[in-house]
Nanobody, 131 residues
Framework: EVQLVESGGGLVQAGGSLRLSCAAS????????IGWFRQAPGKEHEREGV??????????GDAEFVKGRFTISRDRAKNTVYLQMNSLKPEDTGVYYC??????????????????????WGHGTQVTISS
């Protein structure tokens, strides 16, 4: 079965950095886009798109609020996608999920950061940014 496992969350002071990892198994990794989404505290039913990367790694998509701060990348040999988060702010606090979408996050994909477009989800990792 498909499994996505997030790691790397934790507590960090505003202005600091975290690197999240999403390890995938049970799918053809190169065929799937991987997206990062987050749920703010108290908004468990609202997931907002953060960043995504295509199966080839040649295309990415970023939410406007993270451009210049977060960088997504993938290591095809390790079946792992990373989200490097710098200059973190208290409003970045939340549970971060990775998700997989076949053939998504390409230049022609109009739903790069829409949760409903993604088929498989991990269980999340907590990110807490203190002020």
């Amino acid at each position: 079965e498909v499994q996505l496992v997030e790691s790397g969350g934790g507590l960090v002071q505003a202005g600091g950095s975290l690197r999240l990892s999403c390890a995938a198994s049970g799918l053809f990794f190169d065929d799937y886009a991987i997206g990062w989404f987050r749920q703010a505290p108290g908004k468990e039913h609202e997931r907002e798109g953060v960043s995504c990367i295509s199966g080839t790694g040649r295309d990415t998509g970023d939410a406007e609020f993270v451009k210049g701060r977060f960088t997504i990348s993938r290591d095809r040999a390790k079946n792992t996608v990373y989200l490097q988060m710098n200059s973190l702010k208290p409003e970045d606090t939340g549970v971060y999920y990775c998700a997989a979408d076949a053939l998504g996050c390409s230049g022609g994909d109009s739903r790069k950061l829409e949760p409903d477009a993604y088929d498989y989800w991990g269980h999340g990792t907590q990110v807490t940014i203190s002020s």
